[in-house]
């Protein structure tokens, strides 16, 4: 007698155990009992919308705490706009938590597209339209290359004062780029560091012997450049009596509120 109540006492203890595992593998076990009842977001967020990511993660939530599926609620949050990467927890007893990271655009690419300050290409919003970035392109394969190439090429110009405003990689491999003061730079394919840090050595005498601004640089050249010349800018008309400008107008503005 006292081996079959030893037996049916161990019985229940396992079933006891294994209850609660099967139960959450079916999913009966969510909201009515152990429901999530709070949203913690984290980040410094300045453009995702609240009510975007709310409206991302509620279905997830609603499973309840052990029936969540994390990794679909972050795959969730991070199809929004301006999510670059996101991390989601749960906190017992009923706290869903969520990190995320925000894109922080560095340049634009192509048409259509901006590139994150870390590397990611994401599509450019509609407000940003006319964002003053720096344009750059390429293939998409080519992200970390054409990057790093911009990068290299403002710091070969910027004694001189003369920033990078576009820096592109054509379908052949071939490279472009154009200088803040206008000047046009063909660099080719090959050598593309060793011609660009020639030109940029040389520049400076370049300029000094001529009167005409430097419209167009050829680099693709064994012993030299092909350089085009413009016309010398002309002396502005005399000036008439000033007017008086207007007084500034002060405009105040509020960036989206993100969640904190």
């Known amino acids: 007698m006292n081996a ?5 006492t161990w019985l229940l203890a396992l079933a006891l155990v294994a209850l609660p595992v099967v139960a959450v593998v079916n999913g009966w076990i969510g909201a009515d009992r152990w429901p ?4 913690r977001v984290q980040g410094e967020l300045a453009r995702v919308d609240a009510a975007q ?7 997830h939530a609603r499973r309840g705490f052990f029936a969540v599926r994390l990794e679909d ?9 301006w999510v670059e990467r996101a991390d989601v927890r749960k906190r017992w007893p009923d706290v869903l938590e969520v990190r995320i990271t925000e894109h922080k655009p560095f340049a634009r690419w192509g048409d259509d597209k901006l590139l994150s300050e870390h590397g990611r290409l994401f599509p450019m919003p509609k ?5 003053d970035l720096p344009q750059l392109g390429g293939p998409e394969s080519q992200v970390q290359e054409v990057t790093a190439l911009y ?10 004062g003369l920033d990078v405003t576009t820096l592109v990689m054509d379908a052949r491999g071939s490279w472009s780029l154009l200088l803040g003061n206008g000047t046009q730079v063909v660099v080719g394919r090959a ?3 060793p ?3 020639r030109f940029a050595r040389m520049l400076p005498q370049l300029l000094a012997t001529q009167a005409q601004p430097l419209v167009r640089a050829d680099l693709r050249y064994t012993n030299g450049f092909a350089l085009s010349w413009g016309e010398a800018p002309k002396a502005p008309p005399p000036a008439a009596t000033p007017t008086p400008l207007p007084a500034p107008i002060a405009v105040a503005g509020r960036l989206p509120q993100g969640i904190t």
């Open 191 to 193: 050598d593309a560091r």
């Open 127 to 131: 407000e940003l339209t006319g964002l």
């Open 4 to 8: 079959a109540l030893r037996i049916l």
């Open 151 to 160: 990068n290299e090429s403002r710091q070969l110009f910027a004694p001189m």
């Open 53 to 59: 990511l709310q409206a991302a993660v509620l279905p």
């Open 195 to 197: 011609r660009l840090g």
């Open 36 to 39: 999530l009842s709070k949203l």
């Open 73 to 81: 609620a972050k795959r969730a949050v991070e199809q929004l706009p």
